[in-house]
């Protein structure tokens, strides 16, 4: 079955270490996006990307990175410079990547990975 | 920037319909609504989406008002199982890109 493979599910890292969160799909979307999750709180955009090899930076980029390969992998890194780094990761996927004057996008969702900083 | 407005939390009673209620007062003319839900500590989960017309699929309903500044998600005979987060978004444009925004979204606890 198509879909989108995160990992690991739990994480815990000791402060100072950067991590890498895996993100894996086989549903042929060209676009890919990361998120994050507090608790008690909405999903809040840490990058996208539309296309491989092109990435931006959304409303939370600082202290994370990324990387665009290959179109079905789009790994996350949590680096050092996170200052609140523990919280929910999720990734997605959409069809279409780009710019559309019109026409749905639907996201698909990885099922997260739970970040803790000891 | 179109953003939605939803209430914190409802309740519904098991086997009646849940009315989920979304602003979207800032919506461009060719922008969609998304419905989707997240189960605590999982992936949220697509439910639906419209741009003018009502739709409906096998999870639930959407209509949405005639001027598209408000929407309402309508789960017919709300279970047990339905109790979760419902997130009500548009999509907004920036430059040559465009993003999903999700807000807090609402709790539906569906009561026995």
């Known amino acids: 079955d198509g879909g989108i493979t995160q990992s690991p599910k739990y994480l815990f890292r000791k402060e100072g270490q950067n991590v890498t969160l895996s993100c894996e799909q086989n549903?042929?979307?060209?676009?890919m996006y990361w998120y994050r999750q507090d608790p008690g709180q909405g999903l809040r955009l840490i990058y996208y990307?539309?296309?491989?090899?092109?990435?931006q930076k959304g409303d939370i980029a600082e202290g994370y990175s990324v990387s665009r390969e290959k179109k079905e992998s789009f790994p996350l890194t949590v680096t050092s410079a996170q200052k609140n780094p523990t919280a929910f990761y999720l990734c997605?996927?959409?069809?279409?990547?780009?710019?559309?004057?019109?026409?749905?996008?639907?996201?698909?969702f990885g099922a997260g990975s739970r970040l803790t900083v000891l | 920037d179109a953003k939605t407005t939803q209430p914190p939390s409802m309740d519904c009673a098991e086997g009646r319909a849940a009315n989920l209620p979304c602003n979207h007062s800032?919506?461009?003319?060719?922008?969609?609504v998304y419905w989707y839900r997240q189960i605590h500590s999982q992936g949220p989960q697509y439910i639906i989406h419209?741009?003018?017309n009502n739709e409906t699929n096998e999870m639930a309903s959407l209509i949405i008002t005639e001027d598209r500044k408000s929407s309402t998600l309508i789960l017919p005979h709300a279970t047990l199982r339905d109790t979760a987060v419902y997130y009500c978004?548009?999509?907004?444009?920036?430059?040559?890109?465009?993003?999903?925004?999700f807000g807090k979204g609402t709790l539906l606890t569906v009561n026995p």
């Open positions: 997605a996927s959409s069809i279409r990547g780009g710019t559309s004057p019109s026409g749905a996008n639907v996201l698909t």
């Open positions: 549903l042929n979307h060209d676009a």
């Open positions: 990307s539309q296309i491989v090899n092109d990435f």
């Open positions: 800032t919506i461009s003319g060719n922008e969609y």
């Open positions: 419209g741009l003018k």
């Open positions: 978004i548009v999509r907004v444009v920036i430059g040559s890109n465009y993003k999903l925004t």
